[in-house]
């Protein structure tokens, strides 16, 4: 058998896709479906019966006993709840059933759930909903439901409920601007999601001798090593076999699963790793990107690895994100941030470009806060590189168009020419009409935006319906514009005039790294959040918590009660750090280094007593002795800390204490236990090393 005919019995094979269907459900039926998932016809009793059961029969053959609700509440991992197609029979028997009503809804018990206040303990019942517009999938024994999940009342106790409705709100508004421009063709758009995943792997040994990896996902010890990722010899090297060998696998399990992995590649750190999909609609990707997570994890165990998720794993090594490539697609198959080869003569495109420039502008502090998770704090501006500053990237194509509109109106596209290499022996290739930045958080990449704040451990639903919701709201008012104008070009002149003047701050091509572009951030008035707590307070900003209503994609309650569990997310992810860092230096660091500080007391016994002198070994002693007792000090303050921390009365009281009191004070103990682990024996050092976790593959 061919590879190539290999590979496609492979992809989607345990997707119950629109193939399948097409095979095994009646031709009405599957042509209902089609118009239920697209929002044409609500769904019946008889058609989600006829469905259960032919999935049920599909899911049987591949050796599937149960079925689960897959869902994704506000934890930002997924959840399921098995139950097996057996029902018994009066006479002790049984069959195997899965009715319509199963397949729709689910009742997990929803008490356990983080819900921030939405559903007091008391009324424990909440619902998942099978979300028809993501595929049914098998792993393992299971039978896969991509659902969203609600409280009694309907509240969305999920990441799923908003995306939809978030890419609901975008449908109208933007059909609605559309159909003003005089678009008659398209029925439809939808955001595309194309996530680039990064992870760290780790070997297995390492990972098990380390309580704050286990536990944490991070380090929160550990010196620089010797060698970190100044030779830049990683980016896109050769991949180590075993690497190798796990990525095949990886593939192999998405590609089955009907998740369209595609490119793979080794990241700037040592130990770091990419891997992307085909974009698809942001949903299904969203879905997918969760998928990918799961069976990164699940392989490198199987490959004596560990897959580290988390956003900043080691420090001082480049951290983990999860670029969300984000654009805007016509049920026709316009890409409608793709601005053709004369970009100014682009009407359509001009208006979408311009709208996501304002709504970038006008709600940044909200996409800030979409990307705010305790991992994320160690990427983005606390310590290192990239800042937390929104801004945008446009290249020099567009920005000169952005300017000629603020001037009043585009009339040329710069283009980019040939690219000469300087050799007859290589082709001339057509230059790409601007340059890459690799520093921007909110890029434009030729057809699309890439969203790079986003962490490696989120889930891609926050951000993508934080970016969809802004969005929809700035189309709603161009169309509100747009739909009473008697002149729509010149209507489109001015708005985009205005849009191209008021937010031309937003926009910068530089080095965003640099410490020069924090304060000229500053100087044009874009916000700097830098810590989670203080970039999660904007999003019940009045003016917020108006936009999210008017776009039915959050109620009030629903918003307060996520940054209720943001903040306490916050909160107890430091706690449970502090606990870690406590732990390990109080019950491994400590007496080790004592261990060391009494072998080297005796050993400058035993050469005083031999009548030589000892002045290294004292030294060290020395060194190591005051060293042992500033630890010890550090240590009693970061208890203190964490004490008072636990004591806060309120939410939010209590998050800045952690971040103001006990993130400092960690800090301090792992200062002295970093400077004492390049003073202290190795083999007596409890912890492995950056250099043995970062460079062993
Ligand atoms: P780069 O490293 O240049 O950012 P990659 O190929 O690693 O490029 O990733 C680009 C990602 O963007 C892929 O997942 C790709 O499918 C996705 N993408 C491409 N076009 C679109 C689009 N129109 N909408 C959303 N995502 C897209
Ligand atoms: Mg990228």
């Known amino acids: 058998m061919s590879n190539q005919v290999k590979l496609n019995e492979i992809f989607g094979a345990k997707v119950f896709n629109d193939a399948v269907m097409r095979q095994r459900l009646p031709k009405m039926i599957y042509s209902d479906f089609v118009k239920v998932r697209t929002g044409q016809k609500e769904m019946t009793q008889a058609v989600a019966d006829i469905l259960a059961n032919a999935m049920k029969d599909w899911a049987l053959e591949h050796g599937a006993t149960h079925y689960c609700h897959w869902f994704q509440p506000m934890t930002g991992l997924t959840a399921e709840k098995h139950d097996s197609f057996i029902s018994p029979l009066p006479d002790g028997r049984t069959i195997l059933e899965f009715s319509g009503k199963e397949l729709i809804k689910g009742e997990p018990d929803a008490s356990s759930f983080p819900s921030g206040g939405l559903r007091v303990m008391f009324e424990a019942r909440g619902y998942t909903v099978w979300d028809y517009t993501s595929p049914v999938f098998i792993k393992g024994k299971t039978l896969y439901i991509p659902s969203a999940f609600c409280t009694y009342n309907g509240q969305a106790l999920d990441k ?36 680039e995943q990064e992870y760290f792997l780790v070997d297995r040994k390492f990972f098990e001798q380390r309580l704050d990896l286990m536990l944490c996902g991070r380090t929160v010890y550990g010196a620089p090593p010797p060698r970190g990722q100044e030779m830049e010899d990683h980016y896109f090297g050769s991949m180590h076999e075993r690497v190798s060998a796990f990525m095949d696998e990886v593939n192999l399990e998405l590609w089955k699963l009907g998740v369209s992995a595609k490119t793979q590649h080794h990241e700037v750190a040592p130990a770091q790793y990419e891997i992307a999909p085909i974009f698809t609609t942001a949903n299904v990707a969203t879905d997918h990107n969760q998928i990918t997570m799961e069976t990164l994890q699940k392989v490198a165990r199987r490959h004596g690895f560990v897959c580290l998720m988390h956003e900043k794993p080691f420090a001082g090594v480049n951290g983990s994100g999860k670029h969300n490539n984000w654009s805007l697609v016509t049920d026709t198959g316009t890409n409608l941030l793709d601005p053709g080869t004369t970009p100014h003569e682009n009407m359509v495109f001009l208006v979408f470009l311009c709208a996501v420039i304002r709504a970038v502008d006008k709600y940044g502090p909200l996409l800030r806060a979409s990307v705010a998770n305790p991992g994320n704090e160690h990427r983005l501006g606390a310590n290192e590189a990239p800042p937390a500053i929104v ?60 969203f790079r704040m986003v962490g490696s451990s989120q889930s891609t639903a926050g951000p993508c319906f934080t970016l969809n919701t802004i969005v929809a709201d700035v189309l709603m008012e161009i169309a509100d ?15 985009l005039k205005q849009f191209a003047t008021d937010h031309a701050r937003i926009i910068f091509n530089g080095d965003n790294y640099g410490p020069e572009w924090v304060l000229e ?49 916050y909160s107890k992810t430091l706690n449970i750090e502090a606990g870690v860092t406590l732990e390990i230096a109080k019950r491994q660091i400590l007496p080790r280094c004592m261990r060391y500080a009494t072998r080297l007391a005796r050993s400058i016994k035993e050469l005083t007593a031999a009548e030589a002198d000892a002045p290294v070994q004292k030294r060290e002693l020395h060194k190591v002795s005051r060293l042992i007792e500033e630890l010890s000090g550090a240590i009693d303050a970061l208890e203190k800390a964490v004490g008072k921390a636990r004591a806060s009365d309120t939410t939010l009281s209590k998050a800045e204490s952690f971040r103001d009191e006990v993130f400092p004070a960690m800090g301090a103990v792992r200062k002295i236990a970093d400077t004492l682990e390049t003073l202290v024996d190795a083999d007596l050092w409890p912890l492995p090393s950056y250099a043995q976790m970062l460079f062993t593959r």
Not at 531 to 548: G, I, Q, R, W
Not at 558 to 564: D, G, I, M, Y
């Open 391 to 450: 801004s945008i990237f446009l290249g020099d194509q567009l920005t000169d168009i952005v300017e000629q509109l603020a001037a009043g109106g585009a009339k040329t596209s710069k283009q980019g020419g040939s690219l000469k290499l300087g050799t007859s022996l290589l082709p001339p290739l057509p230059k790409d009409c601007t340059d890459r930045n690799r520093t921007s958080p909110f890029a434009f990449t030729g057809n699309k935006f890439e």
């Open 160 to 195: 799923k409920t908003p995306l939809l409705r978030s890419m609901d709100a975008l449908n109208k508004q933007a059909m609605r601007v559309l159909r003003a421009l005089g678009e008659v063709e398209p029925l439809s758009v939808t955001p595309t999601l194309g996530p």
């Open 521 to 569: 951030a500053q100087r044009r008035g874009l916000p700097n959040l830098r810590s989670t707590v203080e970039s999660l307070a904007p999003m019940l900003d009045k003016e917020h918590v108006a936009l999210f209503e008017r776009q039915g994609v959050l109620g009030r309650h629903e918003l307060q009660a996520r940054t209720e569990i943001l903040y306490e997310n």
């Open 481 to 495: 514009v747009l739909e009473k104008s008697q002149d729509v070009r010149a209507d489109v002149q001015k708005l």
